[in-house]
T-cell receptor
Framework: NAGVTQTPKFRILKIGQSMTLQCTQD?????MYWYRQDPGMGLKLIYY???????DKGEVPNGYNVSRSTTEDFPLRLELAAPSQTSVYFC????????????FGNGTRLTVT | AQKVTQAQTEISVVEKEDVTLDCVYE???????LFWYKQPPSGELVFLIR??????QNEISGRYSWNFQKSTSSFNFTITASQVVDSAVYFC????????????FGKGTLLTVNP
């Protein structure tokens, strides 16, 4: 099992550009998440999904969109990149058991200049 | 609302010292789960332990131990005889029954173990 795979690992965007961060998992997990990590701020939830076709906003959804057409994939889209979106983005998944831990991808480091 | 507080932003110790990382949580739910994650300098997030609200037994795994006290809403993490490889950011996280999809993370504690 590859676990949770995120691509790309690094990306530099110019202000106003758009891009999609890819996330796929091969553990058949229903729950998937996108977090962003800023220095000293911990991880903040952007969007999450409890199954294919179902998504919901987290704490900091503005400027982002998601879709969940399959169980495996949960892409995160930035439509008009802004410097405030410079961050490290983590995708995660977990099974539906209440105490099941999150399995994280290795992160995408995004810089918007 | 859920909240996790890790009051220690940074801790620096010398190798072989014991160190305790504090975690205080807030939730109105009676059923909840607590987690610790480690983020080494390489950046990945590694799951360390989970504990549910009904199990206040402390746990020891090698040099790691966790002390869960519902009376003080704390879930502290102790590393005994610290090693340089323990240098990392450590996150405490909470998943409560009223919001059982979402994990809330603390801001993390940066532990530096010096040789």
């Amino acid at each position: 099992n590859a676990g949770v795979t995120q691509t790309p690992k690094f990306r530099i965007l110019k202000i106003g550009q758009s891009m999609t961060l890819q996330c796929t998992q091969d553990m058949n997990h229903n729950y998937m998440y996108w977090y962003r990590q800023d220095p000293g701020m911990g991880l903040k939830l952007i969007y999450y999904s409890v199954g294919a076709g179902i998504t919901d906003k987290g704490e900091v959804p503005n400027g982002y969109n998601v879709s969940r057409s399959t169980t495996e994939d949960f892409p995160l889209r930035l439509e008009l990149a802004a410097p405030s979106q410079t961050s490290v983005y983590f995708c995660a998944s977990r099974s539906t058991g209440e105490n099941s831990p999150l399995h994280f991808g290795n992160g995408t480091r995004l810089t918007v200049t | 609302a859920q909240k996790v507080t890790q009051a220690q932003t940074e801790i620096s110790v010398v190798e072989k010292e014991d160190v305790t990382l504090d975690c205080v949580y807030e939730t109105r739910d009676t059923t909840y789960y607590l987690f610790w994650y480690k983020q080494p300098p390489s950046g990945e997030l590694v799951f360390l332990i989970r504990r549910n609200s009904f199990d206040e037994q402390n746990e020891i795994s090698g040099r790691y131990s966790w002390n869960f006290q519902k009376s003080t809403s704390s879930f502290n993490f102790t590393i005994t005889a610290s090693q340089v490889v323990d240098s990392a950011v450590y996150f405490c996280a909470l998943l409560s029954g009223g919001s059982n999809y979402k994990l809330t993370f603390g801001k993390g504690t940066l532990l530096t173990v010096n040789p």
